[in-house]
T-cell receptor
Framework: DVKVTQSSRYLVKRTGEKVFLECVQDMDHENMFWYRQDPGLGLRLIYFSYDVKMKEKGDIPEGYSVSREKKERFSLILESASTNQTSMYLC??????????????FGQGTRLTVV | SQQGEEDPQALSIQEGENATMNCSYKTSINNLQWYRQNSGRGLVHLILIRSNEREKHSGRLRVTLDTSKKSSSLLITASRAADTASYFCATPGSSYKLIFGSGTRLLVRP
């Protein structure tokens, strides 16, 4: 079974802290994603990585950065956490496939609360 | 930028009834996917339909795709309480991205 594992299910951090959200996948997928999910807004793409050390901004990259030093690991970094970054964060991976017709596999999500 | 928009936002039905959710998108696509999310969890892939397909079945799921109207529908037949979840459509974006809609929350009452 494909597994995408996020390091924490629940996280509480203080305003101004540097926060690391870790995601590991075991299927040798090239593509990895970080989304945030807020009520009524669906999933919004924060950052995307298509290979080691390669990244591309999504729709809402402000206040976030990412790191992909190894193929299996994709980290999301909140440089200085703020209360408006309280959200559910979802990591996903997928193989590029032919015609982009491959499914994405998701982690269980990290519910981050910034106080 | 959201590509797909689901309709309705929320749906409440009785067990045994059919549930239909719709997705509209903006640009040309070569495939469309549907995902399910149980409360507070990650998403799980349900089904993919390609642009040259009009209809696809998987168990109690039936998906249609109308590329001329840029819309897709997901039908769950003979719904069960365990089908209670949020359902999302997803379309390809640029550079292998996957763009999700805002989802339909389905409640199946026992």
């Amino acid at each position: 079974d494909v597994k995408v594992t996020q390091s924490s299910r629940y996280l509480v951090k203080r305003t101004g802290e540097k926060v690391f959200l870790e995601c590991v996948q075991d299927m040798d997928h090239e593509n990895m994603f970080w989304y945030r999910q807020d009520p009524g807004l669906g999933l919004r793409l924060i950052y995307f990585s298509y290979d080691v050390k390669m990244k591309e901004k999504g729709d809402i990259p402000e206040g976030y950065s990412v790191s992909r030093e190894k193929k299996e690991r994709f980290s999301l970094i909140l440089e200085s956490a703020s209360t408006n970054q309280t959200s559910m964060y979802l990591c996903a991976s997928r193989s590029p496939g032919e015609g982009e017709s491959t499914e994405a596999f998701f982690g269980q999500g990290t519910r981050l609360t910034v106080v | 930028s959201q590509q797909g928009e689901e309709d309705p936002q929320a749906l409440s039905i009785q067990e045994g009834e059919n549930a239909t959710m719709n997705c509209s998108y903006k640009t040309s696509i070569n495939n469309l996917q549907w995902y399910r999310q149980n409360s507070g969890r990650g998403l799980v892939h349900l089904i993919l339909i390609r642009s040259n397909e009009r209809e696809k079945h998987s168990g109690r799921l039936r998906v249609t795709l109308d590329t001329s109207k840029k819309s897709s529908s997901l039908l769950i037949t003979a719904s069960r309480a365990a089908d209670t979840a949020s359902y999302f459509c997803a379309t390809p974006g640029s550079s292998y991205k996957l763009i999700f809609g805002s989802g339909t929350r389905l409640l199946v009452r026992p």
